[in-house]
């Protein structure tokens, strides 16, 4: 299957500071990324769906100004999460795929966990 | 009602016994459906994916889709202790157009030795 790259794979850091997440397609271009959050024994929450060359489409109850995409290229999308607070502690997953249209399947990269002290 | 819902477990299964996971969903328009595995702190990885209602068969891994019931399921013949996991049946809610899945809650699976 296709190869997506996430980075770092997990994080601590002190409530109120930045935290950027990478996510690369690392053998195919994606023009579409997204990003997930999962709590401990939840499921996977779609955050936002990064869009390469424009805007990033937020999912209701995800604060845009918080959670800051940036979909440069058709390789890399980067979440930041801005002013991190403990309740932000969370898994952090981007996914991609090779193929456009409704059967595409989707690859994930393995994750971050960030943990705001 | 939840968009798509799993009984969350945990289901015991005996090693070698068949698995049977199930999974319903509320949008009659949806056309693909998936099947991922997760082990604990990791990333979900693909097993199945399925379009068109009946069977499809994988290795040990059998998919089911019932579009009339809004029904997908997941069987995995000779369980082995390294199925162990939760697995998080995901439907896509856009029939066209961009890929946006929504998962159920995972169901977490144990087979005993």
């Known amino acids: 299957g296709a190869v997506v790259s996430q980075h770092p794979s997990w994080v601590i850091c002190k409530s109120g500071t930045s935290v950027k997440i990478e996510c690369r397609s690392l053998d195919f271009q994606a023009t579409t990324m997204f990003w997930y959050r999962q709590f401990p024994k939840q499921s996977l929450m779609l955050m936002a769906t990064s869009n390469e060359g424009s805007k990033a489409t937020y999912e209701q109850g995800v604060e845009k100004d918080k959670f800051l995409i940036n979909h440069a290229s058709l390789t890399l999308s980067t979440l930041t999460v801005t002013s991190a607070h403990p309740e932000d502690s969370s898994f952090y997953i981007c996914?991609?795929?090779?193929?456009?249209?409704?059967?595409?399947?989707?690859?994930f990269g393995s994750g971050t966990q960030l943990s705001v002290l | 009602q939840k968009e798509v819902e799993q009984n969350s477990g945990p289901l015991s299964v005996p090693e070698g016994a068949i698995a049977s996971l199930n999974c319903t969903y509320s949008d009659r328009v949806s056309q693909s459906f998936f099947w991922y595995r997760q082990y604990s702190g990791k990333s979900p990885e693909l097993i199945m994916s399925?379009?068109?209602?009946g069977d499809k068969e994988d290795g040990r891994f059998t998919a089911q889709l019932n579009k009339a019931s809004q029904y997908v399921s997941l069987l995995i013949r000779d369980s082995q202790p390294s199925d162990s996991a939760t697995y998080l049946c995901?439907?896509?809610?856009?029939?066209?157009?961009?890929?946006?899945?929504?998962f159920g809650q995972g169901t977490r699976l144990t087979i005993n030795p």
């Open positions: 399925i379009y068109s209602n």
């Open positions: 996914s991609a795929s090779p193929e456009i249209g409704a059967r595409e399947k989707l690859f």
């Open positions: 995901a439907v896509n809610m856009i029939p066209q157009g961009a890929q946006k899945l929504v």
